[in-house]
């Protein structure tokens, strides 16, 4: 993968025709080392946020090596960029064949489930093996995220026992509940309040869990939506877990997806018309702006214009996006704050996409044909940056940049759990 100091040399060098995810691999980095650092516990890798095989191997060079995958393509990638990995297989609903594959072809032991008939299908599909760890997903109810995830899985609180308890008796390895809190949770208390919810089912079941995993659903930093320090969301599990009526050597885990991957990533996208305040871009809602159209997120914006001989206004207004496919639902209305004389064969850099962007691409009308490309400028805006453990983050090179990150030493490990294979 090529990389280029800035956005603005790729244009200058390249005008590129496609859409460019522009990746930034030392920021990946930085929070694959922040959640190690800082969470005490193990950190499994939501690959759904982002399956590029950049991310994967990052990851896997900076020690986080296991991950929570989805399907067999996910398992497969996981195998092919970050061999001997630990993956757990945490849809609550897979195909028979995807369970057989997953357990007699990749290793997998870690399988989730929410229903008795999955657990059933688990236990057949692996030839009744007794070496599974079965995680419990848990239907919580818990409030402050942009996207509730409560509504499709997850067994009912009430419901919860009897299957915890035919869980705890069909394996002679790990039982653990999980539970997700929605993604971009913005209330850091909500992962507490979970917690606590999951540990009267388990009383009332009467049985210990081996794991209890906190899912994912860490915030990123997006316009309008500035959530608290991630070191809130660690204290909020750390205080959870210690109320919790668990074993001592009761294992915590997470399975971030965004926060470890969002602020990595842009979109390069070409200006192909102007009609007002209407931009026609290369990369659209069947593309990486999914979030943009469908949540009507406003992603932070810059302009990239490669010609030195005429510099962009001053002045900003608001633009609305249109993608390059014909379905009137390509539209993202922002607003987009850009020079007021934006015009065609301009690049906009639309940050913070790097979770939930180029994973949602479709090939729609024949779009969707994103290249990638290795940038060496900072991000838009970091969590890392704003955390109050800091870490040393890559690149100290302008004032700009240090507006976003902060630039101190880590503080070194803390009290990290034992880490299973
Ligand atoms: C089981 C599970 N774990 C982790 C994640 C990652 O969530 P996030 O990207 O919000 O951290 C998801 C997202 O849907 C999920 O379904």
């Known amino acids: 993968m090529r990389t280029y100091h800035t956005p603005l040399d790729l244009v200058r060098e390249r005008s590129p025709e496609r859409p460019v995810a522009l990746v930034r691999p030392d920021v990946v980095a930085v929070a694959a080392r922040w959640f190690q650092d800082n969470f005490k516990g193990d950190v499994l890798y939501a690959v759904k946020a982002n399956p590029s095989p950049w991310v994967i191997r990052t990851l896997a060079e900076q020690g986080l090596t296991a991950f ?185 885990w997470c399975e971030p997806g965004r926060v470890l991957v969002a602020e990595a990533s842009s979109i390069l996208c070409k200006v192909e018309l102007r009609k007002g305040d209407a ?63 934006v015009r065609e064969g301009d690049y906009v850099e639309i940050g913070m996409l790097g979770a939930y962007g180029v994973a949602m691409n479709t090939r729609f009308n024949g779009f969707g044909d994103a290249e990638t490309a290795a940038v060496g400028d900072a991000p838009m805006a970091s969590m890392f940056g704003l955390a109050k453990r800091s870490i040393a983050l890559p690149r100290a090179d302008d004032a700009e940049e240090r507006k976003v990150v902060r630039f101190s030493r880590p503080k070194g490990k803390a009290g990290q759990r034992r880490r299973r294979r």
């Open 68 to 252: 929570d995958v989805a399907s067999i393509p996910e398992i497969e990638l996981v195998a092919a960029h970050a061999p001997g990995s630990r993956m757990a297989f945490m849809h609550p609903v897979k195909s028979r064949a995807a369970i057989t594959r997953a357990y007699f072809d990749y290793g997998v032991r870690t399988f989730a489930l929410d229903t008795h008939d999955e657990l059933q299908k688990i236990l057949e599909a692996t030839g009744q093996a007794r070496d599974l760890n079965l995680i419990v997903r848990l239907g919580v109810s818990a409030e402050g995220a942009a996207y509730t995830l409560s509504g499709k899985f997850g067994v009912g609180l009430d419901q919860a026992p009897p299957l915890l308890l035919a869980a705890r008796r069909a394996t002679e390895e790990l039982m653990g509940v999980s539970f997700h809190v929605g993604s971009q949770c913005m209330r850091p208390t909500a992962y507490q309040a979970a917690m606590a919810q999951a540990s009267r089912a388990l009383v009332r079941a009467g049985v210990f869990a081996d794991v209890v995993d906190v899912g994912g659903g860490f915030p990123s930093v997006y316009p309008g939506m500035v959530p608290p320090a991630l070191d809130d969301y660690l204290d909020s599990i750390h205080r959870g877990f210690e109320e919790m009526k668990v074993h001592e050597t009761t294992e915590l």
């Open 279 to 341: 931009l026609y871009l290369n990369d659209g809602s069947y593309g990486s702006l999914f979030d943009a159209t469908h949540a009507r997120w406003p992603f932070p914006v810059k302009l990239v214009r490669g010609s030195e001989a005429e510099a962009p206004s001053d002045e900003l207004r608001a633009f609305r996006f249109y993608g390059p496919t014909c379905d009137s639902i390509d539209h993202m209305p922002g607003p987009f704050w850009l020079p007021e004389d």
